[in-house]
């Protein structure tokens, strides 16, 4: 396609439930991101992706979150055992390559949980 | 760690007027990229303009142009002529040159009005 994807773009989940999230990256594109995006806030890093290889992944806020590009293209970004904390908006982005500035950023993910 | 500030969470301007969104960061690096993203309701994340530090000259991209003031580490945004299409939250951000991650301010949510 000819931006990024995410589906689904909203996702209610009751607390305890785990969930996962995908993103299409514009085909091509080396670098893939993950932020959180809590209301009224800006996006927080959670995780990188170079290719198929997860370069960073400081920004995870607990072990119940998991990401994964197993082909270097589509990522799923998972939760489990969801909590109320959980809940906000997760952008997903690609970057052309490494010399590439610009993020290319999907709709996002609302995920709310109940 | 790298810090954005952004110390205007709401702006208004009438149509057709400018207006100018404050930013500042905190970086110890002198290789680094900083941008504004516009995010309307939609939620899909839109570069307006970005800007190289080691560049002097202030970046412009039509309506919108930057005050970059490298010593000062302010970054602030002026757009012209303002238009209602321009209502959005907007969003500083800074990249560490080497680096991956974007870091976001809080965001600045700007009102048009007619």
């Known amino acids: 396609g000819a931006g990024v994807s995410q589906s689904p773009r909203y996702k209610v989940a009751k607390r305890g439930q785990d969930v996962a999230l995908r993103c299409d990256p514009i085909?091509?594109?080396?670098?893939l991101f993950w932020y959180q995006q809590a209301l009224g806030q800006g996006p927080e890093f959670l995780t990188y992706f170079q290719n198929e290889a997860q370069l960073d992944k400081s920004g995870l806020p607990s072990d119940r979150f998991f990401a994964e590009r197993p082909e270097g293209s589509v990522s799923t970004l998972k939760i489990q055992r969801t909590q109320q904390e959980d809940s906000a908006v997760y952008l997903c982005?690609?970057?052309?390559?490494?010399?590439?500035?610009?993020?290319?950023f999907g709709p996002g993910t609302r995920l709310t949980v109940l | 760690a790298q810090t954005v500030t952004q110390s205007q969470p709401e702006m208004s301007v009438q149509e057709a007027e400018t207006v100018t969104l404050s930013c500042t960061y905190d970086t110890s690096e002198s290789d680094y990229y900083l941008f504004w993203y516009k995010q309307p309701p939609s939620r899909q994340m839109i570069l307006v303009i970005r800007q190289e530090a080691y560049k002097q000259q202030n970046a412009t991209e039509n309506r919108f142009s930057v005050n970059f003031q490298k010593a000062a580490k302010s970054f602030s945004l002026k757009i012209s002529d303002s238009q209602l299409g321009d209502a959005a939250m907007y969003f500083c951000?800074?990249?560490?040159?080497?680096?991956?991650?974007?870091?976001f301010g809080t965001g600045t949510s700007l009102t048009v009005i007619p």
């Open positions: 982005a690609s970057r052309g390559s490494l010399r590439h500035n610009e993020q290319f």
């Open positions: 951000a800074y990249r560490r040159g080497p680096g991956n991650q974007f870091y």
């Open positions: 085909s091509g594109h080396v670098s």
